[in-house]
């Protein structure tokens, strides 16, 4: 028993202190990852354009995601440029360091505003810090003063233009040579095209010595054998002799023959004209009576029309000089008729092609949609334009436009000018006009709560005094992407048309935001009805920011 208590009693000591070690362990590890933040400013006082080095030190876990402010967030100060230090580790810490470049343009004293980093999704914010930046006094005796130069226009980019200018001459080239290359070049004559341009006389030699290597009389096919033959002779006939002899039977085709050699005008044998009759009534007979003569007499007959076309042809008068003009002449005109066909089909088919790709483009786009593709319309060009992305004033407003919004010379009404420290106003277009958008950013000398209501109704009177009648107003709140809330009022009115004199809708939205000692606003007017302009405003809309720390 004694020596149970003895050991019992040296376990004592060795409990307490294992108790005693796992109370302090969790201790021991939270404060081992609880991370550290600090910020370093290296001076608060500078003058115009002069930088601040602005140092965030974070110590912590070297497991732990640290995220740094990123863009504009030193506003009313700007942010040149960040640079992230050397990380360096200490046991099982790190410490990262980031540091930002900022300036200032304008005299006055300014506050930095406090700064979030993000360890592990947890907060942790800086101070704020009091700057004063100087004037930078300049000696007029020693440096000589110039003028502020003016705002240079600057012309619109026209690399979209020509690149679209390209497409359509390559689309016309392409459609030009598959015109040319299908129905305008002169093609390759096939053998049966060369063979319709020879003279009669030559084409009907040719064809009988085509008869004479055919398989006619092998396969005893003599219809066909003796239905090509008279047509051969018979259409050598028509084109050499100027003699119907298609419609002709046979007793009347030989008294035209008859007809034409007493008349002087053919000169033929007897002999060759009862060779050539016989030879069409064996034709008629295997024709219409299935008559069979023997091969031998097939091809004697054939033999026979082959001199029958080669005297008939010398015993034609020889041409006259103005025969052989009237047919130079008939065969350019045969030419340029078939020139002119092509021409016809390929202007044809090249309308053709506009009209259904023009019907197709309808059915799918909308004529309207296509119209204004074509002739081209101002809010369509400014949607599909080249769009800008930039800061306004001060608290600047960042907003997209299809266009860069030039700044605004506004004389401050005296009996305004006690209470507005500056006025900065950046506009597009014309509030009456087709399309307009339009910033201004107030700062007042006291750092009052913003009147929301009488700037809004300053606004208002402005459109009346410009023109715009009929105002019909609602109020919404309105949410910036960053989650800065507003004041939104729309509506619409109307405006007489200075072209036409007519009255045209109107619609309009001011987008009002603020905080002590300042406004900010940003105004779109357009026409009501305009799809393109519709779509522009939400595209505003949507990229509208605004930085409310002064």
């Given amino acids: 028993m004694q020596t149970l208590n003895r050991n019992t009693n040296k376990s004592f000591p060795l409990l307490r202190w294992g108790i005693l070690f796992l109370l302090i362990c969790p201790l021991i590890g939270f404060a081992q990852s609880s ?33 740094f402010p990123e863009g504009q967030t030193f506003s009313p100060l700007e942010t040149v440029e960040a640079i992230m230090a050397d990380t360096i580790k200490n046991n099982e810490k790190v410490i990262l360091q980031k540091i930002y470049s900022l300036t200032q343009f304008d005299s006055g004293a300014y506050t930095i505003p406090p700064q979030r980093i993000a360890i592990n999704e947890q907060p942790f914010f800086t101070d704020s810090f009091q700057v004063k930046v100087a004037d930078v006094v300049v000696d007029t005796t020693k440096q000589k003063m110039y003028d502020i130069k003016p705002l240079i226009a600057v012309e619109r980019s026209r690399a979209q233009f020509w690149l679209t200018i390209l497409y359509i001459v390559l689309g016309l080239a392409i ?8 129905f305008l070049r002169k093609k390759p004559l096939t053998e049966e095209e060369k063979e319709a341009l020879l003279p009669p006389y030559d084409r009907a030699i040719l064809e009988l010595k085509k008869l004479e290597n055919s398989r006619y009389l092998i396969q005893d096919e003599y219809k066909q054998y003796y239905s090509e033959l008279t047509n051969i002779v018979r259409m050598y006939l028509e084109e050499d002799v100027h003699v119907t002899a298609m419609e002709s039977t046979t007793s009347e085709l030989i008294t035209k023959l008859e007809m034409l050699r007493d008349a002087g005008e053919l000169k033929l044998e007897d002999d060759t004209l009862q060779q050539f009759q016989k030879i069409l009534q064996t034709a008629d007979l295997v024709k219409f009576a299935k008559s069979k003569p023997a091969t031998s007499v097939a091809e004697q007959d054939r033999l026979l029309v082959e001199q029958i076309v080669t005297q008939t042809h010398d015993g034609l008068p020889e041409p006259t000089e103005e025969d052989l003009l009237l047919n130079e002449e008939y065969l350019e005109e045969l030419a340029r008729q078939k020139q002119r066909k092509r021409i016809y089909l390929a202007a044809a088919i090249f309308a053709g092609l506009i009209v259904i790709g023009s019907g197709i483009s309808v059915a799918y786009f909308g004529f309207k949609q296509v119209k204004d593709t074509v002739f081209g319309y101002p809010t369509k060009d400014l949607l599909e334009g080249e769009w800008v992305a930039s800061s306004y004033g001060f608290p600047p407003i960042e907003v997209e436009t299809p266009d860069v919004l030039v700044r605004q010379e506004v004389e401050i009404p005296a009996e305004t000018k006690e209470l507005i420290k500056e006025l900065q106003t950046f506009s597009y277009g014309s509030y009456v006009g087709i399309f307009s958008v339009s910033t ?69 939205n001011i987008l009002t935001f603020g905080g002590k000692g300042f406004i900010q606003q940003l105004v779109i007017t357009w026409e009501d009805g305009d799809e393109y302009a519709e779509q522009i405003v939400d595209r505003i809309l949507g990229s509208l920011d605004v930085k409310t720390q002064v």
Wanted: net charge negative; aromatic share 10%; no cysteine.
């Fill in 35 to 67: 991370p550290n933040v600090s910020v370093d400013v290296d001076t608060l006082s500078i003058k115009i354009g002069e930088q601040i080095q602005y140092a965030i030190t974070v110590e912590a876990d070297s497991l732990d995601v640290v995220h």
């Fill in 175 to 182: 459609i030009g040579g598959l015109v040319y290359w299908f």
């Fill in 440 to 508: 201004s950013s107030v700062t007042y000398k006291e750092q009052n709560e913003p009147n929301f209501e009488a700037v809004i109704g300053a606004t208002l009177t402005n459109f009346e005094q410009l023109g715009l009648k009929n105002i019909i107003t609602k109020q919404e709140e309105f949410v910036t992407q960053s989650g800065v809330k507003g004041m939104k009022t729309f509506g619409t009115g109307s405006f007489e048309n200075p072209a036409s004199g007519d009255d045209k809708k109107a619609k309009y």
